[in-house]
Structures are given as structure tokens and as C-alpha cells.
């Protein structure tokens, strides 16, 4: 079944920033919607997976809005879609601020404040019949992440991808890295003859780093500094977090340091992955 947020509201209440926070949520989004084109794209989404979980921003930008717009939410409750209808909303001020800084038009086309008044009053039913109002005037965007995140209730789904992946600086740190921890201090079993042609996966190798005193010391500490961060990164609204371990050609000081994190930090909140990128590179 699609999964549908319907976003809505005053123009300059954030609409497209938290669209953009659906879309890192693993939304298919859509900004300024075609109403009459919901029935064939909806349809369309259930037959496609990677596109069950959508977010379409329709608002006064839409010629038909207003008489389209009731005729959408009573076709996807009939049909037994599962929906929700988020309206945005600030404060006037606010919002006048907001078009001054941007320099940008009002939908209506009118004096501003005017504008404003004037699409109130038209949104005034939608309003009322909204699932959830969410007033940003007083929001950051981690603010606005935070909310976005509880209202689909990310938190209490597996949604969440943890990936640690180790490497090798020799080629190169992964680009998608949110964290990046340089290991090369540690250890190096590479200097160690009997050792030298095995990976972190084998136990030699592990208990060669991993009895060391400047390990444990290092475990230590960064271990629970990645365990205690995890979830602020996900109360700003994170749906991946990509870990990345280094040492010299990512055999092993990153691969055993990267699996024993992914031991340390299981949580079954989260999908984790640990991932040995260059374990196999000469």
C-alpha cells in the first residue's frame, strides 16, 4: 500500500523545506502537485516499491486547487489509501519577514499583506480539516526535521540505516562518510611477518590489536562517543548515518576497529551495517 503525506498551507510556511526533510526521509516528493493528476500518479506508485512512500506539496500555486483538493482526499479515503493531510502554518509577521528576505512573489500576485489575508480565508476549511497544523514560526530546520521525523514516527521504525564501513586511505575516503575516524595510530599487523598476508577478520590479527593498551584506550573513549551520538543524529532527522574507519589499505586496523564498533552499537531500532570496503584490495 503508498504511504501519502499530502502537504499544505500558508505560502512561506516551510512547505518546501519540509518536503526536502521527506525526501532525506525516503519520500518520493513532488513539489506543486497537479491535483488532476493524482488518481493515475497514485495508482502508478502502488505498482512501483521504490516509490510506496511519497510527499505532494499542492497548495494555491494549483489553478484548481480548492476544487480539487476535496475531491483527491475523498478518492484516497475511499479507495482506503493510507494518508495524511499536513497543513503549514506562521504567523504574519513571520511570514512577511520570510517573502522580504527571499524577494519573492506571492502566489496571488496581490499586496502582501493582503495576499496573506486572502489565502487564510481561502485555506480557512482545508485548515480545519487537516490531519496535523504545524506552525513554524518560531522553528529552525532541525526544528522542523524533528517534527517531521515524529510525525511519521521514524523513531519507532527501522527505517533508520547505520552503515560503518572501513577503508583504506591509500584509496580513498568514502565520500558519503558522515564520520570519519583515522586509526592508523594503532597497531599495524602489516609489520608483523606471520600477520602481514591475513585481514581483521582473522582472530590472530584481532587479538594482536585489540590486547594492545593504546586500543583499549582508544575503544575506550570513542566507542561510547559514537553509541551517545547516533541518536541526536537521528533526532535531527537522520534516516542513514555512514561511519567511516580508516587505516593505511583498509585491512586491517579498520576492519577490526569497524566490526567490533558494529558489535558495540547493535541496536534493534536501527539497521545496521558493517561493511569492509577494501578488505580484499592487494
Known sequence: MVDVFIITGISGSGKTAALKCFEDLGYFCIDNFPISLSREFIELCRKHKHMRKIALCVDVREGNFLSSFSQMIRWLKESGY?????????????????????????????????????????????????????????????????????????????????????????????????????????????????????????????????????????????????????????????SYLTIAIGCTGGKHRSVVIASELGKYVEDKTYMLIVRHRDINKL
Open 82 to 238: 493510507n494518508y495524511k493531510v499536513i497543513y503549514f502554518d506562521a504567523k504574519d509577521d513571520v511570514l512577511l519577514r520570510r517573502f522580504s528576505e527571499t524577494r519573492r512573489r506571492h502566489p496571488l500576485g496581490m499586496n502582501l499583506i493582503d495576499a496573506i489575508q486572502k489565502e487564510r480565508k481561502l485555506l480557512e476549511d482545508i485548515m480545519i480539516e487537516s490531519d496535523k497544523i504545524i506552525d513554524t514560526s518560531n522553528f529552525t530546520l532541525s526544528d522542523l526535521k524533528n517534527s517531521i521525523v515524529e510525525l511519521i514516527g521514524l523513531r519507532r521504525r527501522k527505517d533508520v540505516r547505520i552503515l560503518i564501513i572501513s577503508f583504506g586511505y591509500k584509496y580513498g575516503i568514502p565520500l558519503d562518510a558522515d564520520i570519519v575516524m583515522d586509526v592508523r595510530f594503532l597497531p599495524n599487523p602489516n609489520y608483523v611477518p606471520t600477520l602481514k598476508n591475513s585481514n581483521g577478520e582473522d582472530p590472530k590479527v584481532k587479538d594482536y590489536i585489540l590486547n594492545n593498551p593504546i586500543t583499549k584506550s582508544f575503544i575506550s573513549y570513542f566507542f561510547p562517543l559514537i553509541k551517545n551520538t547516533i541518536p541526536l543524529y537521528i533526532k535531527e532527522g537522520k
